[in-house]
């Protein structure tokens, strides 16, 4: 196995991707990266990751970014832990990545437009909001009916499980009204009963801890 190192800050989408080496159960070394302290911006992170955001993946010393590419990643090194379940088919591989896609490239910028308006503009931020509240709220209600009809994002439990949830909580953090989505709040709750997500979460809480954010 390679040697694997994680940098991770716990509120961002880095979160997805230790729950993805968590569920996989590989070993990997936790970089902590504070973002509530703009790190990412300073000269030590920028020579890791020139792209100043996070996860970035070292694998023996050699960078990847891009989460969706990561956890395509670590799916490929162990397969066996099945975050990206298919049927092996063409279109079976290709519904798991539009899953993560979905994720990553739509609803991702969506919810930031909702936390972080200010950050997306030069200009006055409410505007922002409320466009990333109408745009997130129908990227909801669609992930909201695929919930209802199948229990999980695939029909069974994957990665973009746990990457749906990580957008919806950025989302509530910013004010984001969920009582439209029973189906997630229900679907929120049966994740949380996995203990990669477990752990994930508590990786996180200590994180928060020694970042001081708690
Ligand atoms: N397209 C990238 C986006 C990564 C990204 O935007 N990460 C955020 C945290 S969720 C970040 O590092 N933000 C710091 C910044 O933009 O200064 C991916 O999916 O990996």
Same mark, same amino acid.
């Given at each position: 196995?390679?040697?694997? *190192?994680?940098?991770?800050?716990?509120?961002?989408?880095? /979160?997805?991707?230790?729950? *993805?080496?968590?569920?996989?159960?590989?070993?990997?070394?936790?970089?902590?990266?504070?973002?509530?302290?703009?790190?990412?911006?300073?000269?030590?992170?920028?020579?890791?990751?020139?792209?100043?955001?996070?996860?970035?993946?070292?694998?023996?010393?050699?960078?990847?970014?891009?989460?969706?590419?990561?956890?395509?990643?670590?799916?490929?090194?162990?397969?066996?832990?099945?975050?990206?379940?298919?049927?092996?088919?063409?279109?079976? %591989?290709?519904?798991?990545? %539009?899953?993560?896609?979905?994720?990553?490239?739509?609803? /991702?910028?969506?919810?930031?437009?909702?936390?972080?308006?200010?950050?997306?503009?030069?200009?006055?931020?409410?505007?922002?909001?409320?466009?990333?509240?109408?745009?997130?709220?129908?990227?909801?209600?669609?992930?909201?009916? %695929?919930?209802?009809?199948?229990?999980?994002?695939?029909?069974?439990?994957?990665?973009?499980?746990?990457?749906?949830?990580?957008?919806?909580?950025?989302?509530?953090?910013?004010?984001?009204?969920?009582?439209?989505?029973? /189906?997630?709040?229900? /679907?929120?709750?049966?994740?949380?009963?996995?203990?990669?997500?477990?752990?994930?979460?508590?990786?996180?809480?200590?994180?928060?801890?020694?970042?001081?954010?708690?």
């Amino acid at each position: 196995m390679p040697d694997l *190192a994680l940098f991770y800050f716990p509120a961002a989408c880095s /979160h997805v991707t230790v729950c *993805a080496l968590e569920e996989a159960g590989l070993d990997y070394d936790l970089k902590l990266v504070n973002l509530a302290k703009m790190e990412q911006t300073g000269a030590d992170y920028l020579k890791v990751n020139p792209l100043g955001k996070v996860p970035a993946l070292l694998i023996d010393g050699d960078l990847l970014t891009e989460n969706v590419a990561i956890i395509a990643y670590i799916d490929a090194l162990k397969p066996a832990a099945k975050l990206l379940p298919s049927d092996g088919s063409p279109r079976g %591989r290709a519904e798991a990545i %539009r899953g993560l896609s979905f994720c990553s490239a739509t609803l /991702h910028p969506q919810v930031r437009g909702i936390l972080n308006p200010h950050r997306l503009t030069e200009g006055e931020p409410e505007p922002v909001r409320a466009m990333s509240i109408k745009l997130a709220s129908k990227s909801f209600a669609y992930a909201e009916a %695929r919930i209802a009809e199948h229990g999980w994002w695939l029909g069974e439990w994957s990665i973009i499980d746990a990457y749906l949830q990580w957008a919806l909580s950025v989302a509530v953090k910013g004010g984001f009204d969920t009582t439209p989505f029973p /189906h997630l709040a229900d /679907h929120l709750q049966r994740l949380n009963q996995r203990p990669s997500i477990q752990r994930a979460n508590e990786i996180a809480r200590q994180a928060r801890v020694t970042l001081g954010l708690e």
